[in-house]
């Protein structure tokens, strides 16, 4: 049998040795080539991860005090004005309106956040696009060449992404690979702070559930591609598709193009959706066994401990992530609704 299903190899639960060397940039670019070989160690994501983190959370509550300000502005009771926002209730806080900073009222801006949504969504479906182009082109290589002609369609998908030597990590496939699609994405996670940036000179706190998505997405996409861990196409595909319809929604809101609220709460479904299907996928692949195409022994798809750290990254980060995520389904969508119910 070509792919099965069995126990993870003993070896994965070891502690992560460092055998895999850094990959080698897939540019001739001398430029990408040093941001490559820069962006592979561990301090660059993990240090832009914490000042990141750090930052909104020393802004936050500036950006709470603008908008009590500004609420206090509009009260002629003083005894109603607000001054600490960790005394006020739920309902006192859904008061607060924002308070945006001048330069988010300019129509420079306005249309800088349009730009920004525009672009992300035209990368996120480059990206989807490509890398399902990858993945199918490469199991018809292996096929063409014979290496797969005998295999099932199970069995050629996970030779594909298992294989590092024929698979889609191969840096001689014809076409781009998994590494430079991978790459982009986990660049990209260091732009998608500008979402952050946005929502702030709006005059809105950024929320825990937001900063962590961002910080962590930095971490789990550098653990995948410095390790060349099969798994990290899944997050590549999942999240560029998720992306893409996300920031087409963003991009309709920039043109004041109403959206039915149906939409939103679907997105959101689709959003921990993907965190549960992929993760569970994700860890599937340390239960798969192929053969390999040089040896024609059977191996675990996730061979080394090293490529098992960028699996217990992602699964670390996805199940909080998922548990914020439910949480801001169940405040957004069914505790308003059962408000708008009972005032009506």
Known sequence: MTVSLGLPHPHLFKLPQGDIATPQSPFESEILSYVFDKSMNVST???????????VHFINPCIRQRQMNLYNQTVKDKSLMMNDYNTLTKQQRRLLRAAPFKIATFTIFKIFV???????????????????????????????????????????????????????????????????????????????????????LKGKPSSLLQSYHHAGAMMCMWAGIRFQSPPIWIFVVFNSFIHSLMYFYFSLSCLQIRVANICKRILTSMQISQFIIGGSLAVVHAFIWFKDLNTNQSCN??????????????????????????????ESYIKNNKSKSKSN
């Open 114 to 200: 349009l730009i920004h949504n525009v672009f992300l969504c035209l990368y996120s479906v480059w990206t989807f696009i490509g890398m399902t182009r990858t993945i199918s082109l490469t199991m018809k290589l292996l096929n063409d060449q014979g290496l797969t002609e005998n295999y099932s369609l199970v069995g050629k998908f996970f030779t594909s992404v298992c294989d590092l030597n024929h698979g889609v990590f191969n840096e001689n496939l014809p076409y781009t690979n998994l590494t430079v699609f991978g790459w982009f994405f986990y660049i990209s996670k260091f732009y998608e702070v500008l979402d952050t940036i946005i929502i702030l």
């Open 45 to 55: 994501p993990l240090s832009i991860a914490i000042v990141y983190f750090s930052f």
């Open 301 to 330: 798809c996730i061979g080394t401990s090293d490529q098992a750290l960028p699996l217990i990254i992602n699964v670390s980060y996805l199940t909080p992530l998922t548990a914020l995520f439910a949480a801001f389904y169940i």
